[in-house]
């Protein structure tokens, strides 16, 4: 159920992100912006995947793990002996802290930058007024 949920939410994001991330850009620069959005979005999932691998691999050793004991050669999960299966859960809920960590650098990012252009809108906002009122 969860990976269902997860596939639907997948596909309804990235069309509305395109939009976003190309709302406000001139016509003539659409394309460019466009451009910019899906080689990013590429170059994110390519390093995201890379950089998750990594981590899982490092928390497998850490676990004394390896292929042959977890099913690494595409077996099947039910194949994972339950002696096993505790320290390779530990390992793969390890490996989650780097998309969490990633996530909450994005959000004080997000906040940062909001925070840096609100004065901006405020000046354009006082300046208008003194226009308004000559």
């Known amino acids: ?44 999932s390519v390093l995201g995947s890379a950089a998750i691998s990594a981590v899982v691999a490092a928390r497998l050793t850490a676990h004394h793990l390896t292929p042959a004991q977890t099913g690494g050669g595409g077996a099947p999960a039910a194949s994972v002996p339950q002696s096993v299966r505790g320290a390779l859960g530990s390992a793969l809920g390890e490996s989650l802290f780097l998309p969490v960590a990633l996530l909450a650098v994005g959000a004080v990012l997000c906040l940062w930058i909001l925070r840096s252009r609100r004065p901006v809108a405020q000046a354009a906002a006082e300046a208008e007024r003194v226009e308004v009122d000559r």
Not at 16 to 29: D, G, K, M, W
């Open 1 to 44: 159920m969860g990976a269902a949920f997860t596939g639907i939410a997948n596909a309804g994001i990235w069309p509305a992100l395109a939009v976003t991330a190309t709302l406000n850009l001139p016509a003539e620069r659409a394309g460019a912006g466009a451009g910019a959005y899906n080689m990013l979005r590429q170059l994110g």
